[in-house]
């Protein structure tokens, strides 16, 4: 007889796999500006990461960089949370990076964690890492 589980036995919810959106990541991969792309597609997380990317990547950033990093990376999160929960998400177990969609967020949550070190914001910074070691252990340090 074989038995077949459909769920963690050891209490670990699913890993959440939020869907793709096809036409916002053709616009970025044809090199689209991403603030056309978040204009476009508001609630696409990715559009946002490269946003926030290029801010806190700026060569010599000056500090409204970082606000810039910080304000984008704070949009794509949050578009991030209203993904996850619409897809089962309950605050808590697995979205991992090796689901391509998962990485706008997750792109979004780290530098929404370096521009919060960045201007001394030690909790976010904390609680950012945490969300990262909890969605994926192999992304936070």
């Known amino acids: 007889m074989t038995v077949t589980h459909s769920h963690n036995l050891l209490g670990e919810p699913d890993p959440t796999l939020l869907p793709g959106n096809p036409e916002a990541d053709r616009e970025l991969a044809e ?46 999160y949050h578009r991030g949370l209203d993904a996850l929960r619409r897809n089962g998400w309950k605050g808590f177990g697995p979205v991992p990076w090796s689901h391509e969609p998962n990485r706008g967020f997750l792109r979004c949550v780290t530098v929404l964690a370096k521009a919060a070190e960045a201007i001394g914001e030690h909790d976010e910074q904390e609680r950012c890492t945490q969300l990262l070691r909890d969605c994926d252990p192999s992304l936070a340090p």
């Not at 978040?38 to 000056?62: G, K, M, N, Q």
């Open 31 to 76: 090199g689209t500006p991403p603030a056309e792309v978040a204009a476009h597609h508001p609630t696409v997380s990715a559009a946002w990461a490269a946003l926030a990317e290029t801010a806190i990547d700026r060569p010599e950033r000056r500090l409204t960089d970082t606000i810039e990093a910080y304000a984008y990376a704070r949009t794509g």
